[in-house]
């Protein structure tokens, strides 16, 4: 049967309503479309019940914390921003196993927001999990593809009890009920970004420099894709993004010899998350993305792109 938003929208509310009950709830919204679906439904089952907050890690985009607030606000969900970014790239030093990552990352989001639900109250946290986020994260017989930090990431016990409005959806079903809730179109057609957010993108070990490198990478990669697929030049792939090696390779600057990091280019067609394959890029806008971060990214010597689909890679490279 097909999936259908006008059926789904009021059972997720009722739901809501029902888990939340006289209690608060907070949620954490990142901007995503999964997390604003999330919190809008959540605005309309429990209005006056809701604390909304987005935590700047130090792993956002270029400019997210801004934009997540200015599309809350037109989306009507009043949100705190809380700027923990010392805490967690702190957390994470020294630290290189993506699994391991991961789950630091998902205990210290959830003792953020126990610390933050103190003082409005909450009981509840409500989280734009989705099907994938679970089912990649593993158990009931399922091997761990990756531990998604709402998922695996998350401590054994927590002060907070869960509810998961879209846990059985895929992303072109939240996208359909964020249409439905009238939610802008920026919103619920944004491309899908990784809860760890920048952290898994910056393969190996987090360093200030390589986390830079990969925001400024990021930002060309999107905005350069965005102009190619505004001028119809390309089909807008489901995903796309850069990511940074952990390993530099040698290269030349006018008569001299440089030593920069390598930039991994990933951007994928798919429907779900589940499997994906790589997007056919013209090769003049790679041209345009490599002759961009290699000159305007400090650091930065070389770009691939990366031709894997899924399986046997994962979306992320971590």
Request: proline share 6%.
């Amino acid at each position: 049967m097909a999936f259908n938003p006008e059926t789904f929208i009021p059972e997720a509310v009722e739901e809501i309503k029902t888990k939340v009950g006289n209690k608060k709830a907070v949620i954490a919204v990142s901007g995503g479309v999964d997390s604003m679906v999330a919190a809008a439904l959540a605005a309309k089952a429990i209005p006056g019940q809701l604390t909304a907050i987005f935590v700047d890690t130090g792993f956002m985009r270029k400019g997210e914390a801004k934009n997540v607030k200015e599309a809350s606000e037109k989306a009507g969900i009043p949100l705190t921003v809380v700027d923990e970014s010392a805490r967690f790239i702190g957390k994470l030093g020294g630290v290189s196993d993506p699994e391991q990552k991961r789950k630091i990352i998902g205990e210290l989001f959830i003792r953020v927001f126990e610390e933050n639900a103190k003082g409005s109250g909450a009981e509840v946290l409500i989280q734009g999990t989705i099907a994938p986020d679970w089912i990649e994260s593993g158990g009931a017989g399922r091997d761990t593809i990756k531990s998604h930090h709402n998922v695996g990431g998350l401590p054994e016990e927590m002060g907070l009890e869960l509810c998961e409005p879209l846990r059985e959806l895929y992303k072109h079903e939240v996208r359909m009920v964020g249409k439905g809730l009238g939610l802008p179109r920026h919103i619920f057609e944004r491309q899908p970004f990784p809860g760890p957010a920048l952290a898994v993108r910056v393969v190996g070990e987090i360093t200030q420099e390589r986390l830079e490198i990969v925001r400024e990478a990021c930002a060309i990669v999107e905005e350069e894709i965005d102009a190619a697929s505004a001028k119809e030049l390309m089909e807008r792939p489901w995903q796309y993004f850069a990511a940074v090696l952990p390993t530099k390779t040698v290269g030349v600057a006018g008569d001299e010899r440089i030593y920069k990091y390598t930039i991994i280019v990933r951007a994928v067609r798919s429907l779900d998350g589940m499997t994906a394959n790589f997007s056919k890029i013209p090769p003049e806008v790679l041209g345009a993305i490599s002759t961009r971060i290699t000159n305007e990214v400090k650091g930065a010597g070389r770009v691939l792109y990366d031709i894997t689909n899924k399986p046997p890679s994962t979306i992320e490279m971590e």
